[in-house]
């Protein structure tokens, strides 16, 4: 053989090689008979060829072609290959589901309850469901935007408030504050763990203190001490009221005027004749060694 039809030969090979590894990776068994059927839809929410198709959570086929329907404006034609043992019942229809990375995939839901079944190439219902990202798309995005005008007018008064001097500050105050509560915290822990205890232990000394003194109390004869004080009151009151009165020598003593005058007399002159006689003692003592009197 000549090397150009060795060489034609091995491009055309090659050629073979890579359409069915292209359509392997597809998902495209070009050895294995397939059924192919038509699904129509007003809206693929971007639906890509070599999709698969699941039903009952098995996949059963791929989208092959997705084609615009021109002759029914609104409409979109999706043909999709299943295994030829496939069957699909009248009354069955498509559902495109919109997953969370926003990829789309198609499930078929079988009316299992018919026993007739649609033809090869012929039409699918198909409806599309939104999903998350589909319903977030459709009515949570609107609100988004509604919000982000709201949403700058708070990030600058965010900005604002965070430039402001008044919030370092406060920070900084904030921050002494939580020193000293630590300090405090420390002070507190210091007596609840030294003080507390002692104190605690005097509080019941006194509280056994106390305690012996109430059973000392309750042994008193609380009526023959009242009734001995309450005699020792009247003996008083007798001798307040004897003092009080002329008709005793006490009496007499406190409340008679003349008889203190008499005595303060008595005291004066007693002084006054005790002055003279340190002032000239010879007018009443005379002594003389040899009996003799000084004239």
């Known amino acids: 053989m000549k090397k150009e039809v060795k060489i034609g030969l091995a491009g055309i090979a090659s050629l073979i090689i890579l359409f069915f590894g292209i359509n392997y990776l597809k998902g495209i068994n070009m050895f294995q008979p397939e059924t192919y059927y038509l699904v129509e839809f007003t809206d693929v929410n971007g639906l890509a060829k070599s999709s698969p198709v ?25 043909g999709i290959e299943m295994d030829k043992a496939m069957k699909v019942p009248e009354g069955s229809h498509a559902e495109l589901i919109t997953e969370m990375l926003g990829t789309v995939k198609m499930n078929l839901h079988l009316n299992i309850e018919n026993s007739h079944f649609i033809n090869p190439e012929d039409t699918i219902q198909g409806i599309a469901n939104p999903g998350i990202m589909g319903m977030a798309e459709k009515d949570l995005l609107p609100k988004v935007e509604q919000l982000m005008p709201k949403m700058d007018s708070i990030l600058n008064s965010l900005n604002k408030l965070l430039a402001d001097p008044a919030l370092t500050q406060t920070l900084h105050n904030a921050e002494q504050l939580t020193a000293s509560l630590k300090v405090t915290s420390t002070h507190l822990q210091s007596l609840m763990s030294k003080d507390i205890p002692q104190m605690t232990d ?60 008499n005595l303060n007399a008595t005291t004066a002159n007693a002084a006054s004749l005790l002055e003279d006689l340190k002032a000239h003692p010879k007018r009443y003592v005379h002594f003389s060694i040899f009996g003799k009197k000084d004239k």
């Open 202 to 261: 005097n509080v019941i000394t006194l509280t056994e203190n106390l305690k012996g003194i109430s059973n000392n109390l309750k042994d008193i004869d609380f009526a023959s001490t009242f009734k001995e004080v309450d005699a020792t009151l009247k003996n008083v009151h007798l001798l307040t009221d004897k003092l009080n009165s002329k008709d005793n020598s006490l009496g007499l003593l406190m409340n008679d005027t003349g008889l203190y005058n």
């Open 54 to 78: 699941f039903a009952n959570g098995y996949k059963v086929g791929l989208v092959r072609d997705i084609e615009y329907n021109f002759k029914k404006p609104g409409h979109v034609v999706v």
